[in-house]
DNA sequence: TGTTAGCACTCGCATTCGCCGAGTGCTAAC
DNA sequence: GTTAGCACTCGGCGAATGCGAGTGCTAACA
């Protein structure tokens, strides 16, 4: 257990560094205006902290740096929720007052002002789609032989896949198709309709149905929908390039990589556990990562968790801030989205 | 006009340069084997191309680089059309041998193996919406007071956008919506249906309708989809840091700044002029791209172009490589979308 | 007249060196 | 337990230096 100077002096070091992202010495520690303690004694507790592992030395005459596991420690001990201040709450406020109507819209929005407000890069995972139920099912031909199959979830949500088809299939068959799949799925949770529905639907199908084959088809076809992908929205990527521990080119190319595409930003932030969680560095599982902090909370409908907001930034981040942003956002999001979707 | 010797040392120039980055001097261009010139001639010759302008030399007592003018001369009329080497061709055909049913998909696998295949960035718009005609509309109601309007086009495009109407309407009062809609627009262009259509629909609707308003609604949200935004694809965003002119972080942040949002993004290539199309840094609109080379061109349907594709690396770009992968590319899709789109 | 060899000169770049200052650990005194 | 003092360490910075690639000019050559 530390002692509580040694809690003060920790504190203090890593409220510096974060500002400063230089290393701290005992001098500039004695200045504190909470520390009225001189530079020698300083050293002595920085040294015994050294020891404990809570803090790093970059080379023999240089201050000292918080280690992961100081970060770890400050945030699970030391960090106090400071206040939102007046002018990024102004901010937050405005996003989440107005009253928009496409979930992926204030998706969007969070997105970008979360990452105005950190300096940090966000990622914001869209509502997962098997939150929803089917609400309708259609079927469009365009050319011979190709049909547009179209799933509407009471999320508002539209998914629409490409069906190859036999080229005679008429008009009539369509309907019949598409009759049968509302009336077999509507209000079917998304979740559910692999596993419970496939088999009832299709032997449905091959007794009621001619077109067997080409009403299965859409059916694999609505069933292929991976109901984990909501979309991924990454904002304020150049961010991180503003930061000292990023200006080498050959460190951020891998994270940027990273960023670039869909599937690999998604993983980035931790499955959806419910609460908020902070990865320091090497606890984050991705290793492009191990030099990272990702801050990530979760979104509810329902009290079930649908969707995940994360900051993900350099281990030197302002955890106190960014922490307390997010609880803010995920409060919100789990409110305008109970809003829009709940119970519907 | 240039003496042919003059073309061969400025050809052999920006050939040296674009593979190796580094000013060419007099003495490595004397042992390029197609040159029989001693280094002193070669100097006398590099002199007067600089006083044209066509070259530049970094600084006193270094080799002489391309000017963009001189890039100009080459791309105008130096440059071989050297033909694709195998390995490239192949993995191009792969592509587009495979007979894929999504337009969008298309154009994702097009930006990856583009910017694969050249080390640049890609930047691949996606067929413009109103290329296609209006083949269906729906609308299904979500909670009380919230519909989905969703537009399908023959090119296969689904639109979709939440609408706000009087909290008491029917599926009945729907279903004539819908019905009216569908009889008044089917086959109708989307480029057309603002000007052309808006009016007469909305007359119609008010003759016949009670649901006046809400129908309005539907009307006006259907036809403030913006017909310019196909989608914009953006692949290999991280390639520009390998290259040595964006090592410097603050001099890629604007850049990729300028990449990470698809609207920005989209400004980077010329406006749908058809054709190929070489901007060489400062004949570049957006300002970010004075030290960029963008080459694009435009794919069509029924030779109407709906959309284009277009790399972006630095002024020091393969210029004859990357004209002759986009050439076929532009070929392919023009090719293989005619075949899903046109005339449908 | 065009081409080439030779030479002095330029200049960026990498290396070295020495210095400075911030910071430390240790010891001894308070 | 705390603090002052002191010798020591080490990274960073700037000046000095040497190297090498490349140039322009001149004079000789075909």
């Keep these: 257990m530390l002692t509580s100077r040694q809690k003060l002096i920790l504190s203090a070091i890593v409220e510096d560094y974060v500002r400063s992202a230089e290393p701290v010495g005992s001098r500039a520690l004695s200045k504190h205006n909470e520390i009225h303690l001189s530079a020698a004694t300083i050293r002595n507790e920085m040294a015994d902290l050294e020891e404990m592992g809570l803090l790093d030395q970059p080379h023999m005459s240089a201050g000292r740096i918080p280690s992961q596991k100081g970060y770890r420690f400050y945030v699970d001990n030391l960090m106090m929720r400071a206040e939102i201040d007046a002018e990024t709450l102004a901010a937050l406020r405005e996003v989440f007052v107005q009253r928009m109507t496409e979930v992926e819209r204030i998706i969007q929005q969070t997105s970008i002002v979360l990452s105005q407000l950190t300096q940090y890069t966000t990622i914001v995972k869209g509502p997962r789609l ?194 307390r942003i997010l609880d803010y956002v995920s409060n919100a999001l789990t409110r305008v989205m109970t809003e829009r979707l709940s119970g519907a």
Tied chains: 1, 2.
């Design 130 to 323: 098997d939150a929803g139920r089917i609400k309708r099912v259609e079927l469009v031909p365009l050319v011979r032989g190709t049909v547009v199959a179209i799933l509407v979830t009471d999320t508002g949500h539209v998914v629409s896949r490409q069906v190859l088809m036999s080229e005679d299939v008429t008009p009539d068959d369509l309907a019949q198709i598409v009759n049968l799949l509302n009336t077999k799925l509507r209000e079917v949770p998304l979740s559910r309709m692999r596993s419970h529905f496939y088999q009832e639907v299709s032997e449905e199908m091959a007794r009621t149905l001619e077109r067997y084959e080409d009403a299965l088809a859409v059916l694999d076809e609505l069933c292929a929908v991976d109901p984990e992908s909501g979309r991924v929205y990454v904002g304020g990527t150049t961010n991180i390039l503003a930061q000292p521990e990023f200006r080498d080119v050959d460190k951020v190319r891998p994270l940027l990589a990273l960023l670039e595409r869909e599937e690999t930003a998604g993983q980035v932030l931790p499955k959806h556990q419910p609460g908020l969680q902070v990865r320091i560095g090497r606890e984050n599982e991705v290793p492009m990562l191990q030099e990272c902090t990702v801050i990530a909370a979760t979104y509810a409908v329902d009290g079930v968790p649908v969707g995940s907001v994360g900051v993900l930034g350099p281990t030197r981040m302002n955890y106190a801030r960014v922490v």
